[in-house]
């Protein structure tokens, strides 16, 4: 079974609109962590945020903001006003702490900005 | 600044060959993955090591070997290569492993393997 799953495979928008990004997990633990990584076209992946199972509270940096709701297991990500530098791969990722840091990564949602 | 580093960054195999992906870190990170990126699949991990002279399997093991004989070091093999093994492979490292701790990524290695 997917531990984690990003329904979208690909979106596109209009610059300057606003997009979320879906992730819904699956885990057992009590204790885990969750993470956003974002993968441009130049291919590194790059960390975004960590949150761990404790902490529910939303939170925002800049243009993006993170929405973690334990009740429906999901941690959804949004980008306001997007921008062409914003086109990339996005993958949502899970942490169990019995797994020693064995990280479950969604397939990846695909964003395309298009000026 | 440099980070993780993998070499090479392309290579092309025909079936049956052998070969060697050489991923090295300069954080002292204890931890190191090995996983390779497929269309529809995201990431998935093949290998990792949780110390200098120590590797575990992780989800898709089959067809591959790593090394860790040094801390800074993590070596993937690939001893008969199959169409298969074609993928976008990613060395990563973490301080630790206590499940809270983020992955440094290398930049990948595309394989192609005819």
């Known amino acids: 079974a997917q531990k984690v799953t990003q329904a979208q495979t690909e979106i596109s928008v209009v610059e300057k609109e606003d997009v979320t990004l879906d992730c819904v997990y699956e885990t057992r633990d009590t204790t885990y962590y969750l993470f956003w990584y974002k993968q441009p076209p130049s291919g590194e992946l790059v960390f975004l945020i960590r949150r761990n199972s404790f902490d529910e509270q939303n939170e925002i940096s800049g243009r993006y903001s993170w929405n973690f709701q334990k009740s429906t297991s999901s941690f959804n990500f949004t980008i306001t006003a997007s921008q062409v530098v914003d086109s990339a791969v996005y993958f949502c990722a899970l942490s169990e702490i019995r797994g020693g840091n064995q990280f479950y990564f969604g397939t990846g949602t695909s964003l395309t900005v298009i000026p | 600044n440099a980070g993780v580093t993998q070499t090479p960054k392309f290579r092309v195999l025909k079936t049956g060959q052998s070969m060697t992906l050489l991923c090295a870190q300069d954080?002292?990170?204890?931890?190191m993955y090995w996983y390779r990126q497929d269309p529809g699949m995201g990431l998935r991990l093949i290998h990792y090591s949780v110390g200098e002279g120590t590797t575990a399997k992780g989800e898709v093991p089959d067809g591959y070997n790593v090394s860790r004989l040094k801390k800074q070091n993590f070596l993937l093999g690939l001893e008969s290569a199959a169409p298969s093994q074609t993928s976008v492979y990613f060395c990563?490292?973490?301080?630790?492993?206590?499940?809270?701790?983020?992955?440094?990524f290398g930049s990948g290695t595309q394989l192609s393997v005819l």
């Open positions: 990563a490292s973490s301080l630790a492993g206590t499940g809270l701790e983020k992955l440094f």
């Open positions: 954080m002292n990170h204890e931890y």
